[in-house]
Nanobody, 123 residues
Framework: QVQLVESGGGLVQAGGSLRLSCAAS????????MGWFRQAPGKEREFVAV????????YYADSWKGRVTVSRDNARNTVFLQIYSLRPEDTAVYYC????????????????WGQGTQVTVSS
């Protein structure tokens, strides 16, 4: 089992930035490809970014390129999502997820999910 706990969400004004964190425990973190997703009220879950387990290759959804950066610190068992230029439509719950040794691509089957962290962007 892998336990994932997101943090770093909150209320931010439009144009601001946030860094979300996802702390993992339970297995060897460096063996897991880590993805970030979000889900806005009334909408389907949306892929944001992913970082690979080996070498840290990244992949971003087209709509997010240039506005987010995903990174990981294997020594701290943590993956990060830095979001820039936040917009009110970015208001959503942001989730991290883990995939064992998967490729850094959006359509992985993620075995483990966190509970999410709420991001609210005011106009």
């Amino acid at each position: 089992q892998v336990q994932l706990v997101e943090s770093g969400g909150g209320l931010v004004q439009a144009g601001g930035s946030l860094r979300l964190s996802c702390a993992a425990s339970g297995r060897t973190f460096s063996d897991y490809t880590m993805g970030w997703f979000r889900q806005a009220p009334g909408k389907e879950r949306e892929f944001v970014a992913v970082i690979g387990w080996a070498g840290g290759r990244t992949y971003y959804a087209d709509s997010w390129k240039g506005r987010v950066t995903v990174s990981r610190d294997n020594a701290r068992n943590t993956v990060f999502l830095q979001i820039y230029s936040l917009r009110p439509e970015d208001t959503a719950v942001y989730y991290c997820a883990a995939n064992f040794r998967g490729l850094p691509r959006p359509n992985n089957v993620y075995n483990y999910w966190g509970q999410g962290t709420q991001v609210t962007v005011s106009s």
